[in-house]
């Protein structure tokens, strides 16, 4: 289902479970459509009692694709932003999170559960900073806050290497599947299984849906440029659950324990094994882990699907 956002944007969506059940919203990473939420982690969470949507940002999938920007050095632009230097972009992950909240406008929907993993742990985070009344839960999964110190930002060169390889040009499907293969073999989860013919199946799916490597190296950028949120995330009154796998290697685990520390009340757990993927049993832990906190959240005053009487403000202060 294609959904005009607002700005020119559209973003392909699909819905599950009981339109009048509380409403889980997952918000997924760098350069990959809905479908890397893996069916039997939404079907997990949909049998707990939950509707639950995905979607494709922009510049990924069946969503609308920019232009703009130009050929980009991204070495430079992850050089510069460690640096504390400006990163010019054709958009940031604020724009990205006004895109969800237009989502959600048009789907009539007021608050969400929001779960995002790496990427879109960073667009759910700002989401629950600028829009509060829209957020009854965060969980932030292998996520983080922008913090350029080189401890918290780098991950290990051989996963870096591997996210910015591009595939040969004119690479067909089943080059791409694999290209991607040996990408999840470099930042995947160590302490998880994950059987090779499932693995690819996943990931034709996700080849299949839209490849677009001039939208992933924007989506890259608006990351980079969004620098250090550090100071926004004190903003998020959510009740918020950090998760992050003990053997990430592209975004360290001290990048989620420092996501964690600038949420006030948040709860921090670490996946051991889990490295920079959702394997099978990882999805587990997970549907697990958010739907106890969905289900305390809501104790606490629950997720409607009534859309506000009055459009939602960015919050500016506490």
């Not at 950090?242 to 290697?249: A, F, K, T």
């Not at 832990?285 to 959240?297: D, N, P, Q, T």
């Amino acid at each position: 289902m294609n959904v005009a956002v607002g700005r020119g944007i559209t973003l392909d969506c699909e819905d599950f479970g009981d339109a009048g059940a509380p409403v889980i919203l997952l918000i997924m990473g760098l350069g990959m459509p809905a479908v890397a939420w893996p069916d039997p982690f939404v079907a997990g969470l949909v049998a707990a009692g939950f509707r639950v949507i995905r979607f494709d940002n922009r510049d990924c999938g069946h969503s609308t694709r920019l232009t703009g920007g130009g050929p980009q050095d991204l070495r430079l632009a992850i050089a510069r932003a460690l640096l504390r230097r400006p990163v010019s972009a054709p958009y940031t992950l604020d724009d990205m999170a006004a895109d969800t909240v237009g989502l959600l406008d048009a789907l009539g929907i007021g608050r969400v559960h929001l779960a995002g993993v790496s990427m879109g742990g960073m667009i759910a985070q700002n989401i629950a900073a600028r829009y509060p009344a829209r957020v009854a839960s965060l969980t932030s999964i292998m996520a983080s806050t922008g913090n350029p110190s080189l401890r918290v930002a780098l991950g290990k060169p051989r996963a870096l290497r591997a996210i910015l390889t591009r595939p040969l040009l004119g690479a067909d499907a089943d080059a791409l599947v694999e290209h991607y293969a040996r990408v999840y073999g470099v930042i995947g989860s160590p302490g998880f299984a994950y059987d090779p013919d499932l693995l690819r199946h996943h990931l034709r799916r996700i080849v299949e849906r839209g490849f677009h490597p001039a939208g992933t190296a924007r989506q890259l950028l608006a990351i980079l440029a969004s620098g250090d949120r550090r100071a926004l995330l004190q903003r998020i009154v959510a009740p918020t659950l950090v998760v992050h796998g003990s053997d990430d290697p592209l975004v360290p685990l001290a990048a989620g324990r420092d996501t964690a520390r600038q949420i006030a009340g948040s709860e921090f757990e670490v996946v051991a094994g889990m490295g920079h993927d959702l394997p099978p049993g990882v999805q587990q832990i997970l549907v697990e882990r958010i739907v106890r906190h969905c289900r305390a959240a809501q104790s606490r005053g629950g997720a409607g699907v009534a859309r506000p009487d009055a459009p939602d403000q960015p919050a500016s202060r506490w």
